[in-house]
């Protein structure tokens, strides 16, 4: 499946509603507060709100200018963690699911008896 990237309309009418400023949002003492950086050519990113892999359309509502650091942090702590938990997900919809490390799980040559005694399966 390939991106669907916005369309250069849906971006220049992104660009106007920023306003000249990233469209994110940061950590502030009294909450989350509109991030202050001004857009510059280069330092600055069309985004998915919601990640194409998600299912984000390629629409102005869901199209958000990002600063490069705003960009980063989003895809690392919200996109990244998101479409992993997605896949875990649809992975144990059709019955894969990841091998427990743990001695003793069904996933182990091992088992431990109620009395303790550890044997074979
Ligand atoms: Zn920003």
């Known amino acids: 499946m390939s991106r669907r990237e916005f369309s250069k309309q849906i971006k220049r009418d992104a660009f106007l509603r920023a306003n000249g400023r990233c469209e994110g949002m940061i950590d502030a003492p009294h909450g989350r ?8 050519i280069g330092k600055y990113h069309y985004d998915h709100d919601i990640p194409d892999g998600l299912g984000g359309e390629p ?6 200018v990002l600063c490069v650091p705003c960009h ?6 919200r996109d990244v963690p998101a479409i992993a938990k997605t896949k875990r997900i649809q992975d144990r919809e059709i019955g894969i699911r990841k091998p427990s490390r743990f001695a003793g799980s069904r996933d182990s040559k091992f088992k431990k008896k109620i009395s303790g005694e550890i044997v074979l399966r």
């Open 33 to 40: 507060v509109r991030c202050p950086v001004k857009l510059t």
């Open 59 to 64: 629409i102005l509502s869901n199209c958000v």
């Open 72 to 77: 980063k942090e989003k895809t690392v702590k």
